[in-house]
Every structure is written in structure tokens, then in C-alpha cells.
């Protein structure tokens, strides 16, 4: 089994971040969507690693192969955002999407989170199960906290009590 490493987000991981991102989004889901469309990505210590918040990388071989932030929006509240992970290491055998979100579980944990929220897209289905699967629970957009950062390509969104520290 290859090892695979997740780590906290170095600003030299910046561009390797966004060569993940973009081409999930773009060639796998069909999302018409830029790096500039998504400024917090060029940003990320002051986007994420701010407050409560946080960025993870998993990596591989020297790769970066997954990503995951927590961004802090107040109230002992955060928003799960950017979780990708490249298609060789998807699925259960490398154990890569578990794996970020369970440090993101102990870093929420650890700094005092109580609720997580996520927004996602119709077209996530695997997505859709995994969260699911990981104690989540799918509410009504009317449900999320006026803090949370919505994008224009949500159209599901989650809630999940953040393990009792």
C-alpha cells in the first residue's frame, strides 16, 4: 500500500492546491469555474488557517492528491470546504477522503467547533454517500447560518455536530 501523508497547508502547496481543485472540477463534474472565480484559494493561510479554521493536503510520492479546508465563520461554527481528492486514490482502499476528514474531526474537535456545515453540489452523488456515511445530515438551505459562504453551485447542504471535545 502506498503511504500517503495529510498535513497541514504550506503556502508553497498553493499552486499544487489548485491543480487538484480545477481539473475535478472542471473536466470530471463539468463545472464551468475558474481559479480566479474561487479567490480563496490563492489565499488560503488568511482564508482557512485563521481562527478556528484550517487546510489539509494529503500527499503522495511528493504530490499533492487530496485537499480539505475548515472555514471558521463564527459562532463555534465552521464550513467544511474543498474536499478533493484525486481519482487514483479515490475509494475506500487508500482510505484518502476518510483520512482528511478525520483530522479535520480532531482539529474541530480540538479548537471548540460544535457544527460543521457543507455545501455541495446535485451532481456528487459518491460525495453525497460518503458524507452521509461520515455523520452528517442533509438540511434545508434555510437551515444554514447566515455566516455560512455559499456558493452559486451548492444546491445540497449538510450539518454535522462536531464530536464533543
Do not use: C
Amino acid at each position: 500500500m502506498v503511504e500517503i501523508e495529510i498535513r497541514t497547508f504550506v503556502p508553497d502547496d498553493a499552486d499544487d492546491v489548485i491543480s487538484v481543485i480545477l481539473p475535478i472540477q472542471r473536466e470530471e463534474f463539468g463545472i464551468d469555474i475558474t481559479a480566479d472565480a474561487q479567490p480563496d484559494l490563492r489565499v488560503i493561510p488568511d482564508f482557512y488557517q485563521s481562527g478556528k479554521g484550517q487546510f489539509w493536503v494529503a500527499v503522495k510520492d511528493g504530490a499533492i492528491v487530496g485537499t480539505l479546508g475548515l472555514k471558521d465563520i463564527g459562532n463555534n461554527q465552521a464550513a467544511l470546504r474543498k474536499m478533493f481528492v484525486a481519482a487514483e486514490v479515490r475509494g475506500r482502499e487508500h482510505g484518502v477522503a476518510a483520512r482528511l476528514l478525520d483530522a479535520l474531526f480532531a482539529h474541530a474537535g480540538d479548537v471548540g467547533v460544535t457544527d460543521i456545515f457543507l455545501g455541495t453540489t446535485d451532481k456528487f452523488v459518491a460525495a453525497h454517500r460518503f458524507y452521509e456515511k461520515n455523520g452528517f445530515s442533509e438540511i434545508p438551505a434555510k437551515d444554514l447560518p447566515r455566516a455560512f459562504p455559499r456558493m452559486a453551485v451548492d444546491s445540497k447542504f449538510y450539518q454535522r455536530k462536531a464530536a464533543a471535545p
